[in-house]
């Protein structure tokens, strides 16, 4: 319980700076707490607002926001052992899948304290995150985003997920290529195109692997 | 972004929630496609800072969020705690624009 709560309150924080630019982007209140709660992934949300600011197309949002979705299919099987046997409740609980739920679920070693784990940290993680969300869009018009330097607050978030993934050597190696297809490809295609075809740094990550596990 | 986008985001972010635990059951995702999927963020992650930091309007620039996002970089690099990370970005933007003559 309490490190749900904690988790809670980090995310928390976060959900202001989303909420913030939510409504820098132009987003109702409706629409920002739509997305919190209806989509509720952080990073799936803020890449598909990120290329919806850039003036990217709804497809490409929505696409931007579905790659980093996708981990979740990863998630869910692996937590798919440890959640009730009723499909009503399967499919419920499926809304709370999420980086944090599905960790604090799979650190516990019994079956019944790791479902316990999975609903307690999803449902506080969303109460804060919806929260976070709708304090940062009121708090925006009060504020000046460039003078505060808010819009690196995106990129900078972005880091921080990235951070602890390059201590992998395959993962370090995807971020990079990634990167460079990124930078290589703005000046050239529609917003959002940089983003999907950075997925293609997958490659580099895979010969990584490959090389280190024949090693 | 339009309703319509919010709602299909929703609806495909649920069905990969929802995928593993109502479809699979306890059966495992085949072991070439998880690798995939495990890469995936590092990849998406590394381009929303790249072209969230020299971006602009589908042009490469270089302005006071290189600085912040650099400076963020070497406190994440230092183990930093996530809001410090996103605090240093943001206070050595703000610091740089402040500047005069920037």
Request: aromatic share 6%; proline share 4%; glycine share 12%.
């Amino acid at each position: 319980m309490r490190q749900a709560i904690a988790m809670a309150v980090a995310v928390g924080a976060v959900g202001i700076a989303f909420g913030a630019l939510a409504a820098d982007g132009g987003l109702s209140l409706a629409k920002a707490l739509a997305l919190s709660g209806l989509v509720y992934g952080g990073s799936a949300q803020l890449a598909a607002l990120g290329v919806a600011v850039e003036g990217g197309s709804g497809g490409a949002s929505v696409a931007a926001g579905l790659l980093l979705s996708a981990r979740n299919v990863a998630f869910g099987v692996a937590l798919a052992a440890l959640l009730p046997r009723r499909l009503g409740r399967r499919l419920a609980a499926s809304q709370l899948v999420i980086d944090q739920s599905a960790a604090a679920a799979l650190a516990q070693p019994r079956r019944d304290r790791a479902w316990r784990a999975f609903w307690l940290t999803g449902l506080w993680v969303l109460a804060l995150w919806l929260a976070g969300t709708a304090a940062g869009w009121a708090l925006t018009g009060a504020i000046d985003i460039e003078t505060y330097g808010i819009d690196a607050a995106i990129p900078a978030l972005f880091l921080a997920l990235l951070a602890p993934r390059m201590r992998n050597p395959a993962e370090a190696a995807t971020a990079l290529a990634g990167g460079a297809i990124a930078l290589a490809l703005v000046p050239f295609t529609a917003p959002g195109i940089p983003i999907l075809a950075a997925s293609a740094g997958v490659v580099a990550g895979l010969v990584v692997a490959r090389r280190r596990t024949r090693a | 972004m339009s309703w319509a986008a919010i709602l299909a985001l929703a609806a495909g972010t649920y069905a990969m929630k929802a995928a593993g635990p109502v479809l699979l059951g306890a059966r495992p995702l085949p072991a070439r496609l998880v690798g995939v999927v495990a890469l995936l963020p590092a990849a998406v992650f590394a381009a929303l800072v790249v072209v969230d930091t020299f971006g602009e309007n589908g042009e490469l620039m270089l302005d006071a969020r290189a600085a912040g996002v650099g400076a963020a970089a070497v406190a994440a690099w230092r183990d930093a705690p996530f809001l410090v990370v996103v605090g240093v970005a943001m206070a050595v933007t703000a610091l740089v624009r402040a500047l005069p003559g920037a």
